[in-house]
């Protein structure tokens, strides 16, 4: 996959195949309704229909560029990317059809829109046949309710997080000082080390299991989501095979949480003697004890919802820690004060591991995580929803445009993070000491609880409906990245070395978006000891 962001795929043959499909958007010609917020639809020298303007957005989109392509057409007509468009795409069904998608990136709007409708789009449904009624792609309100007020308990910062964290930090431990130090011979895939830690802190503390068996199905589980999203059209005998593996990971995962008698075990003495952890598994433990009601299927939603813990934990806060690794090497100067901060909390431990209250001493690498969730936003689609009621948004010239109930919404964060009129013309450079608003970040106070978001900054996307990890993603990446960088300097490898300079700009982005945001061709770097000895275990 190369970074230059021009489409590499033939947009004669796209047309055609769009050209097949219904379409229940408005007709190309038409510049009422939506078709007043600016779009393609406007740009018919380039666009002459709009099969032309779907097609070229899809291959832009199997590029793992959507977003590139709607920064492009909201700079086109506002200088701007926060502004609210319209782009017809293909929406994925069992019978796909286009239907016209409005973008609402006007900040106030996308706040507020994501607020009030917390139904989920028509366009999640390529991930909802491996997800189904789970708590992220299900669009069954009552059941959505039910599930996350069960599950918000297993992410309770001091009741559940605080007592896991010993299990984070040993295994970050293991990572940095075993795996990590074992690797080191030669540059490393620092994306790919992340992927992986990420899943087995993510089965080890939240959902209670051993690490053999976390790293036993790490890669094959991670392989299986990949699969599914390439869609069914990919390989079909691919694709059954990785549903089946995805259901029974998450079956067992079910299955090792209860005890002889059926009952679900929140701390069961075998496995916290084992642990050394007062609290095992507690989302497991939720995930469990509820069965969704309000489904055709009950127990496929119960499964499909610890489907979606695994599928939602891992890549989000392992892409998080890829892209500050990235920042770092980019700035050495900035690694170094990175590592002072570490330095000085470690060395006032005295010898004891890190535990939750110490979090808040790591005022900088907050500042740095907060930045690359903005810049280098993990999940840079947002969110998408479906108007419950009408609603009025931002037209270009000001004029309030309506959006019918039922109508397809796409809220990217991605567009808000990167906007000049919301952040300054510093926007795209990397500079975590830029003035945080207080609801953006907890600036050394005690952190967790809430979801931080403003206006302009949504890189968990809005609450109610916001990220239910959070609080165990900026533990689990302050745990990993502060061992990390205790114990290494890390500087580029080819062939990330010779893209990073320019790796931020438009014309040759270095992210690939499917969902979440990879580097394109990974992250290679090498990894060097800072201290003699230091990474001996
Ligand atoms: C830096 C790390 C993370 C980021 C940036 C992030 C971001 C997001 C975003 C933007 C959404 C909304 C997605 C949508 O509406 O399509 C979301 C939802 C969700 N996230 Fe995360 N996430 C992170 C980590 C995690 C972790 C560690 C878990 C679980 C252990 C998790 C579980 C979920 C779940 C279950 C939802 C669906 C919530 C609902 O619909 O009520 N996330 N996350």
């Known amino acids: 996959m190369a970074s230059d ?43 002459p229909t709009k099969a032309h303007a779907v097609a070229d957005f899809q291959n832009y989109a199997k590029d793992g560029h959507n977003i590139i392509f709607a920064e492009k057409i909201a700079l086109h007509f506002a200088n701007d990317t926060a502004i609210n468009m319209v782009i017809p795409t293909v929406i994925f069904q069992r019978r796909p059809f286009v239907d016209d998608v409005v973008v609402v990136a006007d900040a106030r709007d996308a706040e507020r829109v994501a607020k009030l409708h917390v139904k989920k789009s028509l366009i999640y449904g390529d991930i909802s046949t491996f997800l189904g009624d789970g708590v992220l792609s299900t669009r069954n309100l009552e059941s959505w309710q039910e599930q996350r007020t069960n599950l918000v308990e297993g992410f309770l910062p001091l009741a559940s997080l605080a007592n896991v964290m010993p299990i984070s930090v040993q295994r970050a431990n293991y990572a940095v000082d075993k795996r990590l130090r074992d690797m080191i011979s030669k540059p490393v895939d620092i994306c790919e080390f992340y992927l992986f830690e990420a899943m087995t802190q993510l089965h080890m503390a939240l959902l209670g299991e051993t690490t053999e068996f976390s790293e036993q199905h790490n890669v094959k ?39 002889e008698k059926g009952d679900t075990v929140r701390s069961g003495p075998y496995r916290a003697q084992m642990t050394g952890c007062p609290v095992v598994g507690p989302v497991a433990a939720k995930l469990a004890e509820n069965v969704p009601q309000c489904v055709s299927d009950p127990l496929a939603a119960q499964r499909d919802s610890a489907s979606t813990i695994s ?39 005295n010898g004891r591991e890190l535990q939750y209250s110490d979090l808040p001493r790591f005022e900088f690498l907050t500042k740095v995580i907060n930045e690359t ?33 039922g109508t397809q919404v796409w809220i990217p964060s991605f567009l808000l993070h990167r906007s000049e009129k919301l952040w ?32 302009r900054f949504a890189p968990f996307t809005f609450p109610p409906r916001g990220c239910i990890g959070m609080n165990f993603a900026q533990m689990e990446s302050r745990v990993i990245i502060s061992k990390l960088f205790r114990e290494y300097t890390l500087e580029f490898a080819e062939p990330t070395k010779s893209k990073a300079m320019q790796a931020h700009t ?27 000895g230091a990474s001996k275990i």
């Open 506 to 532: 438009r014309e040759n982005f270095l992210g690939y978006n499917r969902g979440t945001m990879m580097p394109a061709g990974g992250m290679w770097v090498v990894a060097k000891p800072r201290r003699a």
């Open 424 to 455: 300054g013309k510093d926007a795209l450079e990397f500079n975590p000491d830029r003035k945080w608003l207080p609801e953006e970040t907890w600036f050394g106070k005690s952190f967790g609880g809430f979801n931080p978001s403003s206006y």
């Open 5 to 47: 962001t021009k489409p590499t795929t033939d947009l004669s043959k796209s047309v055609a195949f769009v050209e097949r499909l219904p379409d229940n958007g408005l007709p190309w010609n038409d510049d009422g309704g939506i078709h007043k917020l600016p779009g393609p639809h406007m740009l018919k020298d380039k666009y």
């Open 221 to 259: 589980l991670r392989q299986s989501f990949s699969t599914m999203l390439n869609g069914l059209s990919a390989d079909v005998e691919a694709w059954k095979n990785s549903r089946n593996f995805i259901r029974n990971f998450s079956k067992q995962i079910l299955e090792h949480v209860r005890d």
């Open 373 to 405: 969730l903005r810049l280098w936003t993990s999940v840079p689609n947002g969110t998408f929803r479906e108007t419950q009621f009408e609603e009025w948004i931002e037209g270009l010239d000001g004029e309030k445009v309506k959006l019918s109930p």
């Open 311 to 349: 599928f939602a934990g891992f890549d989000t806060t392992a892409l998080n820690m890829t892209w500050v690794t990235f920042e770092m090497c980019r700035r050495p100067e900035l690694q170094r004060r990175l590592q002072a901060e570490i330095d000085s909390v470690y060395d006032s431990l």
